[in-house]
């Protein structure tokens, strides 16, 4: 947990994070709205601790298709947003683009 904490404090000074080996940007900051870098037709799931518990393994199985490259999966790519915030909670008012 400790060097979890130090890159999080490291990412909010100084706005992202290297690899120590050849200096590539592992995380960065980015401004809002991120849904402006997702990919096109990227399905989004927004995450909290109130919201309706499921299986991990079982909810990753019914969403991301086996093949992302297959268009006759018909989903698409999928992002993951995880309520972590200090205050307030992941809401589809304040995120249209969250199903």
Do not use: W
């Not at 050849?22 to 799931?45: A, D, E």
């Not at 309706?52 to 999966?73: F, G, M, W």
């Amino acid at each position: 947990y400790k060097r979890f904490a130090g890159l999080m404090v490291q990412l909010l000074h100084k706005m992202k994070i290297k690899a120590s080996e050849n200096g590539t940007t592992l995380m960065k900051v980015i401004k809002n709205p991120f849904s402006q870098h997702l990919p096109v037709g990227s399905r989004c799931y927004g995450m909290s601790c109130q919201g309706r518990l499921y299986s991990p393994s079982a909810l990753i199985k019914e969403l991301v298709p086996l093949d992302p490259n297959d268009a006759t999966a018909g989903k698409g790519q999928v992002c993951f947003i995880i309520g972590a915030m200090a205050t307030g909670h992941v809401t589809v008012e304040d995120h249209p683009y969250i199903e």
